[in-house]
């Protein structure tokens, strides 16, 4: 009697596999971008209430994300128009462009070490336009009175 392991089994029936937002082709070693039909894509205004970083990084983002998953620049074509439609949509004017990836430097172990400073950063709001720390420090009040006031 002679045993397969599961692991060594091959299946020619499997040609192409769709794995999380990305399709694989086995025979030809190809992958672009996966998505489900009617799923379009949705970001966030570029006019909303986030930090100008956050909105600054959202279009390079999915640009990176789509070059990443994409073989070549033909199947990332083949799927920008999906992308670029949801960009337009949100306000963005950034056009998607294939770059070219190339294999992350290994990381070097760097020693971490401990620090022993507290930060405090202000929730984000596009409706505040005071330097709030700023005009707290001239009145001449130290950080613990800062601090006491806004756990308030």
């Known amino acids: ?28 070693g190809k992958h672009f971008p996966y998505t489900k039909e009617g799923n379009t894509p949705l970001y966030i205004h570029k006019q909303c209430n986030h930090p100008p970083s956050i909105i600054r990084n959202i279009p390079e983002s999915i640009d990176k994300r789509l070059s990443e998953i994409s073989s070549d620049k033909e199947c990332f074509d083949s799927a920008k128009s999906t992308y670029q439609d949801a960009l337009d949509k949100s306000g963005y004017d950034y056009k998607l462009t294939y770059k070219e990836t190339t294999p992350d430097a290994p990381r070097t172990n760097r020693r971490n070490r401990e620090r022993n400073i507290t930060w405090f950063n202000l929730p984000y709001s596009k409706n ?18 800062l601090l006491i006031l806004l756990t308030l």
Do not use: A, H, P
Request: charge should be positive.
């Open 1 to 28: 009697m002679k045993l397969e392991s599961k692991s060594t089994r091959t299946y020619s029936y499997l040609s192409r596999v769709k794995f999380l937002d990305v399709t694989l082709y086995l025979t030809s």
């Open 128 to 145: 505040i336009q005071t330097n709030f720390v700023r005009s707290f420090m001239l009145r001449g009040l130290d950080w613990e009175s």
